[in-house]
């Protein structure tokens, strides 16, 4: 199973603990975690039915009567459809995000992959982005690692990486402010 770092603790973790045994013992994993990221998508690309997913204003009934035809106009079925609706029923549907997360936090270190984001200033060559996976590779203990790749020129240089719970911030940004900072506190 998952090493303890990836076991995150409350209702959201208890809930993606039991999601994650149930689709290992089903063989349906990877279904289960592909239908997750479609809902995701849903909720991501419709500001309203976002609030629909958060509010507590509806009722439990009125969420699972709502979510049985989203579901099934998204082509979402079988375990994940089931969970989501279980999750409304229960009306735990605000947190169904922190859910997901945790079941994708599991289902990654099942498969020995880290996710780093990575936010650079400018577009890096291939080799460089190899080269920091293979960095990160190593210091998450050696598994694969996922990256995704963000541009932010606001940062000006450097990297700001995150990886799992690890944040590293080598920023030019940070690090110019960091020596106004203590310019300001020395003056």
């Keep these: 199973m998952a090493d303890k770092e990836t076991l995150v603790p409350g209702m ?24 997750l990221a479609s809902f995701m998508g849903l909720i991501g690309e419709s ?13 439990a009934e009125d969420q699972v009567k709502a979510l049985g035809a989203v579901l099934a106009q998204a082509e979402i079925n079988g375990i994940a459809a089931n969970f989501i609706k279980l999750v409304a029923a229960k ?15 599991l289902n ?8 780093a984001q990575v936010t650079v200033a400018e577009t890096l060559k291939p080799e460089h982005i ?12 050696g598994g694969d690692v996922d990256l995704a790749i963000k541009l932010d020129p606001a940062i000006i240089g450097g990297l700001v990486v995150k990886l799992g719970s690890r944040m590293v911030d080598s920023s030019l940004k940070t690090k110019l402010n960091s020596i106004r900072t203590r310019m300001k506190e020395a003056g």
Excluded: C, W
């Excluded at 009306?91 to 994708?104: C, E, Q, S, T, Y």
């Excluded at 190899?130 to 203990?141: D, F, K, V, Y």
């Design 47 to 59: 500001p309203d039915f976002a609030r629909f997913v958060k509010s507590p204003v509806f009722s």
């Design 108 to 115: 990654d270190a099942q498969k020995g992959i880290t996710r």
């Design 12 to 35: 959201a973790g208890r809930y993606a603990q039991a999601l994650f045994a149930l689709s290992q013992e089903t063989g349906t994993t990877e279904k289960t975690a592909a239908d």
């Design 130 to 141: 190899e080269a920091l996976r293979t960095a990160l590779a190593s210091i998450s203990g």
């Design 91 to 105: 009306h735990r549907l605000f947190a169904i995000a922190d859910m997901i997360r945790d079941f994708n936090l």
